[in-house]
């Protein structure tokens, strides 16, 4: 059952209007600030740097070809690959194949839908018919699915065309301090500049959008596994709402104790393609029965100004660096300009939540994480996957940490009653080198302690997108924190379309 896959172009269209993102004309004629205005200049000489909503629109006007598109974009893998290790897998020939398949349905009127002809890739995790399909594990080396993961078909249905798949840790988990690594393809570079991680899980995914091998990627994020490749690579990225992205073909997929925590979503280089891409793959599919069918509310409905925002630099555990401060103030100040209420605060209790998530994740031994390497056939685990001490906490402790858990997830939900958004770092400092070792020392992981992961237990929609440049660590994308009360996703998107037309959003690396 599909239920947010509807017409929805006109209204993509008034979010873009009021958020301030308009047409390239409206750019050209100087409606924007003079950063934005410099991107799309970059774009009109790059069809590789447009937006999906813009490649889709020229592909539909027979502007371009979905053949010299897909070569396009090969040819950009082709050339940035070698560097930054991101696309571990090519269907070349397919891509080619539905490439002009779309061409001919399109010259005889039959569009194939709102992604037709659209170039993306798919992080490595997630299932691809006929494709090989390896979620980083050595036992699924030459793993090829006959069927695709529900929000891989849900965006073929739509007319994308899958170009290959993108680098992601063992079971999107065991990267650690390397971030997107494994045993199978190695480390995965930032793009803007290769000596740097690219964050992870979805790495890949982030690293190969932004530099223009794809237009969009689907990641997934157990606990920031979307928003930190989001930040790293200066690109935009969603988790949704709990329930409203079906996990089904998924390495990591619905069932059992741990699996509220994860959730799959897109990523792209502008905000205006995040809401044509959830609207495309949300909605229940008949196997995840965590999946509700909630609406997607229309990101230009939402007034901006009215918003009552909440906003932090540190949660109670570690403090982000100065520069990331700044930032955060900076995007808190675009609404506090607009008129919006705005207040110095956060959720209650975020170090009890994260302590008890701990205990709770490790509360089996790391027993499901050694199940997973025997139902995949992998007899050696990546160096940074964390496979537990094997002795598991009892049923009674157990229950109880469900029950602490829940309890600070509902105090918190209760004081998120007097605020529409939240704004506040995705991690600390700005992206790192890739260092030698696999696991943080708890000195270093004290240090560079992410602030996602708070949001994945509970469960709230959460975006991040680009927001400035770094000065410690010069080139570097650095993005904001946006989040949402549950199944607003589209505040979320209003929010992170506002600051990014204050910004200016993503810039091609120059890779």
């Known amino acids: 059952m599909d239920t947010n896959c509807g017409a ?14 308009g047409s390239a004309a409206a750019l050209a004629a100087g409606a924007l600030p003079a950063r934005v205005a410099a991107q799309a200049a970059i774009a009109a000489e790059d069809p590789l740097a447009l937006s999906v909503t813009q490649i889709a629109q020229r592909l539909r006007q027979r502007q371009i070809s979905a053949v010299e598109l897909v070569n396009r974009c090969y040819a950009r893998i082709d050339q940035v690959n070698p560097k930054i290790n991101a696309v571990v897998a090519i269907c070349r020939e397919r891509a080619l194949a539905e490439a002009k398949a779309a061409d001919e349905a399109l010259a005889a009127g039959k569009p194939l839908g709102p992604l037709h002809g659209v170039p993306f890739t798919i992080k490595d995790s997630f299932d691809t018919e006929g494709v090989v399909s390896t979620g980083g594990t050595l036992g699924r080396r030459g793993y090829v699915p ?27 988990l065991g990267g650690a301090a390397r971030e997107t690594y494994n045993l199978l393809f190695g480390q995965t570079y930032n793009p803007y500049n290769t000596a740097y991680l690219c964050s992870g899980s979805s790495g890949g995914a982030g690293a190969t959008v932004a530099a223009c091998g794809a237009y969009f990627d689907l990641g997934s ?17 969603l988790k949704p709402t709990y329930g409203r992205s079906p996990r089904t073909g998924h390495i990591v997929g619905y069932g059992g104790p741990f699996d509220s925590f994860q959730e799959t979503g897109p990523l792209a280089r502008r905000v205006e393609d995040l809401y044509l891409l959830l609207s495309i793959i949300g909605g229940p599919d008949g196997f995840d029965a965590a999946m509700a069918p909630v609406p997607l509310g229309d990101p230009a409905r939402v007034d901006l100004k009215s918003l009552r925002v909440a906003w932090y630099t540190d949660n109670g555990t570690v403090q982000a660096s100065t520069e990331v401060q700044q930032l955060v103030q900076r995007c808190v100040g675009y609404f506090s300009d607009l008129g919006c209420k705005v207040t110095a605060d956060r959720p209650p209790k975020f170090k009890q939540l994260a302590e008890t998530r701990a205990k709770f994740s490790s509360a089996d031994g790391g027993d499901h994480m050694r199940r997973m390497l025997k139902r995949h056939g992998t007899s050696q685990a990546s160096p940074g996957l964390n496979l537990g001490d094997g002795v598991g906490v009892p049923s009674a402790d157990f229950t109880r940490l469900c029950e602490e858990m829940d309890a600070i997830k509902s105090e918190q ?19 790192q080198r890739v260092p030698a070792e696999y696991v943080l020392p708890p000195e270093r992981g ?5 602030m996602t992961s708070e949001y994945n237990t509970t469960g709230w929609p959460a975006g991040v997108v680009r927001a400035g440049t770094s000065v410690d660590e010069p080139g570097l994308p650095l993005g904001v924190h946006v989040v949402g009360q549950p199944w607003r996703d589209d505040v979320v998107l209003a929010a992170m379309a506002y600051i990014e037309h204050q910004s200016g959003g993503w810039q091609k690396p120059p890779l």
Not at 8 to 21: C, E, M, P, Q, Y
Not at 415 to 423: A, K, N, T, V
């Open 413 to 431: 939900l209760a004081w998120f009653e007097q605020y529409d958004l939240i704004l506040c770092p995705v991690t600390v400092r700005a992206p």
């Open 221 to 237: 994020d157990y606990g920031g596994s979307i928003r930190g490749p989001a930040f790293a690579n200066g690109i935009a990225g």
């Open 146 to 172: 006959g069927k695709d993961a529900t929000v891989v078909a849900r965006v073929r249905k739509a007319g994308g065309i899958l170009l290959g798949k993108t680098n992601t840790p063992e079971f999107t």
């Open 8 to 21: 929805h172009s006109s209204s993509r269209r008034d979010f873009l209007v009021k958020a301030g993102i």
């Open 446 to 450: 004290a240090g560079y302690g992410g």
